[in-house]
């Protein structure tokens, strides 16, 4: 059972170039008040990636994980 503290995101994976390491793009939309409209924005996360398996393109769930390094917090799930 996942423990309800951990983010979980789901992404598409822009980068495989690093060893164990994905570069993942995670979109969410978010209302303006002032235009009354939605705006698409998105954030990239680097997520470990044990053997390699995931590839460009790929659609992956991360979790929230201890850090694994400087920039890493993520592992990927599905």
Do not use: E, W
């Not at 994976?13 to 978010?30: E, G, L, P, Q």
């Not at 460009?56 to 979790?63: A, E, P, S």
């Amino acid at each position: 059972m996942a423990n309800p503290q951990q983010k979980t995101l789901t992404g598409v994976v822009v980068s495989d170039k690093m060893k164990d390491t994905v570069t993942v793009r995670v979109n969410r939309f978010i209302k303006l008040p002032k235009y009354k409209k939605y705006v698409l924005r998105s954030k990239k996360y680097l997520a470990h990636d044990p053997g390699n398996t995931a590839k460009v393109g790929d659609r992956v769930v991360i979790r929230s994980s201890r850090p694994i390094s400087k920039r890493k917090h993520f592992i990927i799930v599905n």
